[in-house]
């Protein structure tokens, strides 16, 4: 992006909430040529600058996504590069990562450029990709990490494929290390899982769909802390859902281990009931699956005591025709961009979680999982910077979503929060001007 | 209507007055069929449609002979093998034959919830014939009208159901209604065929056959499938046989003389029941099948016949 393009923004009046510098309160905000300039309490606008009312808002750095499926290159016609960066904007995302599952998998620098020359053309949310642990996310042969990082892979991970060779997991962690590239696990024992399309449990017993037991994405955290151990590796665990996976993960923080997770909206905010309730609608449908209340409560704890580093939103857009279908045959995942901040603002509202906490693992908290630039406020740092309205209501209409899938299960709810402004580099890139 | 349900996806969802309307109405219904002109005009001019997306010959026969005795038109659409593999979707065939304007749609179909998807998204009643392991509605029902006839009340009854409970629509349905109905529910089977947190749903776990029956007035006894490749749940179906099949000697030593056996068939002779206990005197397993019919023209009727206009949409 650049800066020459990019005068002087100044933000004001709104409360600054920068938990990378321990900032909460009404400060004002100068970016200028791309980069923070000043975040103090008494700062004059320069003349010729862009001002931005923001009382009553909060001014955040930009939100960051570890964990976002773009569809591009392949599955254009669930999301592109472009729509997703675009929908991200919306949400208040500045950086989103770009899992590798696309057509064909980013296990090679030509897809990873494909990747981000489409990002820089899009002008939003800044797009990091996300390179195949194994060649073609198939599970035999190392990618090349070294290729990856190149052409700027930020970490590897086969999302939505676990690696079921313990042994090359091995390689995978220690190889990796060569690159400083963090391991982004989605953890799943196949065999455990079984048929498995919701969590085992009471709801599954109910519905008569049959379950997914805690204990196979379990299995494998408890195996790749191990490993961690083991090899001395960056380890990330992706979507973390149930309660023993947390304590596995708090467990091995508490050793000094390498090892970081994230959680997403849905499995802080939604359970298994929610899908019983919802009778069978496939957008409450997703991979891991829906857990109990218990596993909700001890995910949000995670997140609160800082187990959980960081909250992702495994942004998976789905066609209407991968999803209007029985619920066994539907295709798992949700979209997440655009809704993420009003449902993670509502765990707030309820106690489970501060708001400084909140932005934390939204912003700074997700940089250190993958040392991303940003999710900060300090002087020098990329000017990518959310502004967001608490109180905005607004009620989800699929249809009016930036995102070209309308897979939400949060359709026709009424939730509280938006972004009004998205900045990146300085330059507003979404703009909502409806009326409070 | 049944209540106010227009559609009769399952039981857990009707209410104790809901499924006993069904049962009086199959009261009557019964008495048709033991006429020598097996023919009433209720149903005249409706269509009823079979979707069959899972082979079953009886169930479907015996929706087809329902409708027939009602005088509605009974079309058979089945079409084995998945949605997806015939690449036309589910909701693709349900809202082609809704455009044939059909009164109501009998669905069965491996995917559990399906017949809930439909019901959102036609305009006809849609009556599930079974779907995966959630329900089984109209078994259930005859379950519970067969045990009425046998047993004058379910009310302080108990009854045990038998086999792979996890994979069981029948047991699912059987569970809610005789609940309902006011009877006590257990279920036996090894803990590999127990589906967690049933519990949960009013019943109370047993894994010895002998215990499970003690003092029981009524034992279903379930099909069990000889294979479930990749999730083998008992070692072979001769251990089943041995640990929780039911055959005369059994029967005799542990069952009250006025116990009655059931079975949702088709029966695996040899396997969860013996020839001489599945044709003995505690066996009602022919009765199931004749009140299979006499339930599904009652619901049939109330679906097809008796829905007044304006009526709630609620399903069930």
Redesign the interface.
């Given at each position: 992006m650049s800066s020459a393009l990019v005068g002087t923004l100044v933000i004001q009046g709104g409360r600054v909430i920068d938990p990378a510098n321990g900032v909460d309160g009404i400060r004002t905000v100068v970016l200028r040529d791309g980069r923070v300039a000043e975040v103090g309490e008494r700062v004059d606008a320069p003349r010729d600058a862009r001002v931005i009312d923001a009382k009553g808002r909060w001014v955040t750095p930009g939100f960051v996504d570890l964990h976002v499926h773009l569809r591009e290159p392949g599955q254009e016609y669930k999301e592109t590069v472009q729509t997703g960066a675009r929908a991200a904007a919306a949400g208040g995302f500045t950086a989103i990562c770009a899992m590798p599952n696309t057509l064909p998998p980013n296990d090679n620098a030509s897809v990873t450029e494909l990747v981000l020359a489409r990002a820089a053309a899009a002008g939003a949310a800044r797009v990091y990709p996300i390179g195949c642990i194994t060649r073609g996310r198939k599970g035999e042969d190392l990618a090349e990490y070294g290729e990856l990082r190149a052409a700027g892979c930020v970490a590897v991970s086969d999302d939505g494929s676990p690696v079921g060779s313990s042994a090359l997991m091995r390689r995978a962690l220690e190889y990796a290390r060569a690159f400083a590239l963090p391991v982004a696990v989605h953890e799943e024992d196949l065999q455990l899982v079984?048929?498995g399309v919701m969590n085992?449990?009471?709801?599954?017993?109910?519905?008569?769909?049959?379950?997914n037991?805690v204990q196979a994405e379990e299995v494998m955290v408890l195996r790749d802390i191990a490993l961690a151990d083991l090899t001395g590796g960056r380890l990330h665990i992706c979507h973390i859902s149930s309660a023993g996976s947390v304590r596995a993960v708090r467990e091995a923080k508490r050793r000094g281990l390498a090892v970081t997770a994230e959680a997403s909206p849905h499995h802080l905010s939604l359970s298994d009931g929610d899908l019983v309730a919802s009778?069978?609608d496939t957008d409450f449908k997703m991979n891991p699956p829906l857990r109990s209340a218990a596993d909700v409560r001890a995910v949000q704890e995670g997140l609160a005591d800082g187990t959980i580093d960081a909250i992702a939103t495994d942004h998976a857009p789905h066609a209407v025709?991968d999803k209007?279908?029985?619920?066994?045959?539907a295709a798992n995942g949700i979209l997440g961009l655009e809704t993420a901040f009003p449902v993670v603002l509502d765990l707030c509202r309820r106690g489970v979680l501060t708001e400084r906490r909140m932005v934390e693992a939204l912003t700074a908290g997700a940089c250190r999982c993958f040392g991303l630039p940003g999710g900060t406020l300090s002087p020098g740092a990329p000017a990518d910077v959310a502004v967001l309205d608490p109180a905005r209501e607004w009620v989800v209409d699929p249809h009016a979503l930036y995102s070209r899938s309308r897979n939400t299960p949060w359709k026709g709810r009424r939730l509280a929060g938006r972004a009004t402004h998205t900045i990146v580099g300085g330059r507003v890139v979404h703009e909502d001007g409806g009326a409070r | 209507m049944i209540g106010r349900h227009r559609h009769l996806i399952g039981l857990?969802g009707l209410s104790r007055e809901e499924i006993l309307q069904v049962l009086d109405l199959a009261t009557s219904m019964k008495e048709v069929l033991s006429r020598p002109v097996k023919k009433v005009p209720s149903l005249r001019g409706k269509t009823v449609v079979n979707l069959f997306f899972e082979s079953s010959t009886r169930t479907r026969s015996s929706f087809e002979i329902a409708a027939k005795v009602l005088s509605a038109d009974a079309l058979n659409w089945t079409s084995t093998g998945?949605?997806?593999s015939k690449g036309e979707?589910?909701?693709d065939t349900a809202k082609n034959l809704e455009a044939m304007r059909p009164d109501v749609l009998v669905v069965r179909?491996?995917?559990?919830?399906?017949p809930?998807?439909l019901a959102?998204h036609v305009g006809c009643a849609v009556v599930s014939a079974g779907?995966?392991?959630?329900?089984h509605p109209t078994q259930g029902l005859l379950d519970c009208f067969t045990l009425r006839e046998r047993l004058g009340t379910l009310e302080g009854r108990t009854v045990v159901i038998v086999g792979d409970i996890s994979h069981s629509?029948v047991a699912?349905s059987d569970l809610h209604s005789m609940t309902k109905l006011g009877a006590r529910v257990r279920l036996c089977g090894p803990p590999t065929m127990i589906?967690?947190?049933?519990e949960?749903?009013g019943a109370t776990v047993h894994h010895d056959l002998r215990g499970a029956v003690d003092g029981a007035d009524a034992v279903v006894m379930l099909r069990i499938q000889h294979e479930r490749i990749?999730?083998p749940l008992i070692p072979n179906t001769r251990e089943y046989s041995k640990y929780w099949g039911l055959n005369a000697r059994k029967a005799a030593e542990w069952l009250k003389p006025s116990a009655v056996i059931l079975h949702p068939g088709p029966i695996n002779r040899g396997v969860e029941l013996s020839s001489d206990v599945a044709d003995g005197p505690h066996s009602v397993i022919l009765d199931q099948v004749q009140n299979g019919v006499a339930v599904r023209m009652a619901i049939l009727y109330l679906l097809a016949g008796g829905a007044p206009e304006g009526a709630r949409t609620e399903k069930v």
């Amino acid at each position: 992006m650049s800066s020459a393009l990019v005068g002087t923004l100044v933000i004001q009046g709104g409360r600054v909430i920068d938990p990378a510098n321990g900032v909460d309160g009404i400060r004002t905000v100068v970016l200028r040529d791309g980069r923070v300039a000043e975040v103090g309490e008494r700062v004059d606008a320069p003349r010729d600058a862009r001002v931005i009312d923001a009382k009553g808002r909060w001014v955040t750095p930009g939100f960051v996504d570890l964990h976002v499926h773009l569809r591009e290159p392949g599955q254009e016609y669930k999301e592109t590069v472009q729509t997703g960066a675009r929908a991200a904007a919306a949400g208040g995302f500045t950086a989103i990562c770009a899992m590798p599952n696309t057509l064909p998998p980013n296990d090679n620098a030509s897809v990873t450029e494909l990747v981000l020359a489409r990002a820089a053309a899009a002008g939003a949310a800044r797009v990091y990709p996300i390179g195949c642990i194994t060649r073609g996310r198939k599970g035999e042969d190392l990618a090349e990490y070294g290729e990856l990082r190149a052409a700027g892979c930020v970490a590897v991970s086969d999302d939505g494929s676990p690696v079921g060779s313990s042994a090359l997991m091995r390689r995978a962690l220690e190889y990796a290390r060569a690159f400083a590239l963090p391991v982004a696990v989605h953890e799943e024992d196949l065999q455990l899982v079984g048929k498995g399309v919701m969590n085992e449990g009471a709801a599954a017993t109910r519905l008569g769909l049959q379950g997914n037991p805690v204990q196979a994405e379990e299995v494998m955290v408890l195996r790749d802390i191990a490993l961690a151990d083991l090899t001395g590796g960056r380890l990330h665990i992706c979507h973390i859902s149930s309660a023993g996976s947390v304590r596995a993960v708090r467990e091995a923080k508490r050793r000094g281990l390498a090892v970081t997770a994230e959680a997403s909206p849905h499995h802080l905010s939604l359970s298994d009931g929610d899908l019983v309730a919802s009778d069978y609608d496939t957008d409450f449908k997703m991979n891991p699956p829906l857990r109990s209340a218990a596993d909700v409560r001890a995910v949000q704890e995670g997140l609160a005591d800082g187990t959980i580093d960081a909250i992702a939103t495994d942004h998976a857009p789905h066609a209407v025709e991968d999803k209007k279908v029985e619920f066994d045959a539907a295709a798992n995942g949700i979209l997440g961009l655009e809704t993420a901040f009003p449902v993670v603002l509502d765990l707030c509202r309820r106690g489970v979680l501060t708001e400084r906490r909140m932005v934390e693992a939204l912003t700074a908290g997700a940089c250190r999982c993958f040392g991303l630039p940003g999710g900060t406020l300090s002087p020098g740092a990329p000017a990518d910077v959310a502004v967001l309205d608490p109180a905005r209501e607004w009620v989800v209409d699929p249809h009016a979503l930036y995102s070209r899938s309308r897979n939400t299960p949060w359709k026709g709810r009424r939730l509280a929060g938006r972004a009004t402004h998205t900045i990146v580099g300085g330059r507003v890139v979404h703009e909502d001007g409806g009326a409070r | 209507m049944i209540g106010r349900h227009r559609h009769l996806i399952g039981l857990e969802g009707l209410s104790r007055e809901e499924i006993l309307q069904v049962l009086d109405l199959a009261t009557s219904m019964k008495e048709v069929l033991s006429r020598p002109v097996k023919k009433v005009p209720s149903l005249r001019g409706k269509t009823v449609v079979n979707l069959f997306f899972e082979s079953s010959t009886r169930t479907r026969s015996s929706f087809e002979i329902a409708a027939k005795v009602l005088s509605a038109d009974a079309l058979n659409w089945t079409s084995t093998g998945s949605s997806v593999s015939k690449g036309e979707t589910l909701l693709d065939t349900a809202k082609n034959l809704e455009a044939m304007r059909p009164d109501v749609l009998v669905v069965r179909h491996a995917a559990s919830g399906a017949p809930n998807f439909l019901a959102r998204h036609v305009g006809c009643a849609v009556v599930s014939a079974g779907d995966g392991a959630h329900e089984h509605p109209t078994q259930g029902l005859l379950d519970c009208f067969t045990l009425r006839e046998r047993l004058g009340t379910l009310e302080g009854r108990t009854v045990v159901i038998v086999g792979d409970i996890s994979h069981s629509r029948v047991a699912r349905s059987d569970l809610h209604s005789m609940t309902k109905l006011g009877a006590r529910v257990r279920l036996c089977g090894p803990p590999t065929m127990i589906p967690k947190g049933v519990e949960e749903l009013g019943a109370t776990v047993h894994h010895d056959l002998r215990g499970a029956v003690d003092g029981a007035d009524a034992v279903v006894m379930l099909r069990i499938q000889h294979e479930r490749i990749g999730d083998p749940l008992i070692p072979n179906t001769r251990e089943y046989s041995k640990y929780w099949g039911l055959n005369a000697r059994k029967a005799a030593e542990w069952l009250k003389p006025s116990a009655v056996i059931l079975h949702p068939g088709p029966i695996n002779r040899g396997v969860e029941l013996s020839s001489d206990v599945a044709d003995g005197p505690h066996s009602v397993i022919l009765d199931q099948v004749q009140n299979g019919v006499a339930v599904r023209m009652a619901i049939l009727y109330l679906l097809a016949g008796g829905a007044p206009e304006g009526a709630r949409t609620e399903k069930v």
